[in-house]
């Protein structure tokens, strides 16, 4: 595996001094987020020039892109604010390869007008679960037309929220086109952690087959509330050691990222999570 970090963790002046810190803290991949220093990446003002130096900045240091960080409310309620994250989206899609990837990830989103991050009563129906994939279909299209993959990342409070249901995307669409991010974390509420080596087991059976990238990032309860914290890697309750192994157990030998770190704490995850990767059994 390769160990990877989202890009906007580690900061700098300009795309080349962002890959050079990069570099220098040992990750061989990031998943770039499209707020580089120095560059305008915006749907509205992307250019191949601009596209061309990050790409540049990165693999002269060694170090490839992933994905992209595309996230979006693929499924926000507002016509309008649909339609203009749905373009965004597009946008990512066309532009992946410019950067040396074929995988733009994002989310699906939810139904709820205040946030993307809270769940709806919508969003468990199967009118929304059709609705989503008729949503989905033209991103699809967009992919297939740009040999493009995208990695749909699941959260207990969006339209995506089981592990089931990320498969049934999957085979929906086919998995040339649409894949998973693996991120167990995000499928746990408080109550699911009593037995989260079960659902371990039930998400890497449910989609371990289809693994674009994956995240590292740790879980912990928040009393009284329906979803848990997400915070870095070492910092809460997650199953580590069998994280890891199922992950080797699919083959996936992909980019492993971490994420929802600040600055001064990269050093510190970055060192837990090579050790989780070093005692793991591959089998």
Same mark, same amino acid.
């Given at each position: 595996? @390769?160990l990877? !970090? ?11 001094? +962002?890959?050079?810190?990069? #570099?220098?803290?040992?990750? =061989? ?32 240091e060694?170090i ?5 960080? $595309? ?9 309008? #604010? #649909? ?12 532009? %992946?390869?410019?950067?040396? &990837? ?5 989310? &699906? ?6 946030? =993307?991050?809270?769940?709806?009563? /919508? ?11 008729? !949503? ?6 967009? %992919?297939? $037309?740009?040999? %493009? ?6 959260? +207990?409070?969006?339209v995506?929220? &089981? ?11 086919g998995?040339?086109?649409? @894949? !998973? ?5 995000? /499928?746990?509420t ?5 037995? @989260?080596?079960? +659902? ?19 879980? #912990? ?27 080797? @157990? &699919? ?6 990222? !971490? ?5 001064? =704490? ?13 005692? $793991?059994? $591959?089998?």
């Amino acid at each position: 595996m @390769q160990l990877g !970090i989202f890009s906007d963790v580690i900061t700098g002046r300009d795309p080349e001094e +962002v890959a050079a810190k990069t #570099r220098a803290l040992g990750f =061989e991949t990031v998943q770039l987020r499209l707020n580089v220093p120095g560059v305008d990446l915006s749907p509205e003002g992307i250019s191949e020039r601009d596209a061309s130096r990050v790409r540049h900045a990165f693999e002269s240091e060694g170090i490839g892109i992933c994905a992209l960080a $595309a996230y979006t409310n693929l499924t926000h309620p507002d016509p309008e #604010r #649909r339609r203009r994250n749905l373009d965004g989206f597009e946008n990512r899609i066309r532009w %992946a390869r410019a950067f040396g &990837t074929n995988v733009a990830a994002t989310e &699906t989103g939810a139904f709820n007008r205040q946030s =993307e991050w809270e769940a709806d009563p /919508y969003n468990d129906t199967e009118d929304a679960w059709r609705e989503f994939l008729d !949503i989905l279909a033209p991103c699809v299209r967009e %992919a297939e $037309a740009h040999d %493009a993959v995208i990695a749909l990342e699941a959260y +207990v409070e969006n339209v995506i929220n &089981t592990a089931a249901r990320a498969r049934a995307a999957v085979e929906h669409f086919g998995p040339a086109h649409v @894949q !998973i991010v693996m991120d167990p974390n995000n /499928y746990f509420t408080p109550a699911m952690l009593e037995r @989260q080596d079960e +659902v371990l087991h039930d998400v890497f059976a449910q989609v371990g087959d289809y693994i674009a990238i994956a995240h590292a990032k740790d879980v #912990r309860p928040v009393p009284g509330q329906r979803k848990c914290a997400l915070p870095r890697a070492g910092t809460g309750v997650l199953n580590w050691p069998l994280f890891v192994r199922l992950l080797r @157990q &699919t083959g996936f030998d992909g980019a492993l990222v !971490i994420e929802h770190l600040k600055e001064p =704490e990269v050093e510190e995850t970055r060192d837990f999570v090579r050790a989780q990767l070093a005692v $793991a059994p $591959a089998g």
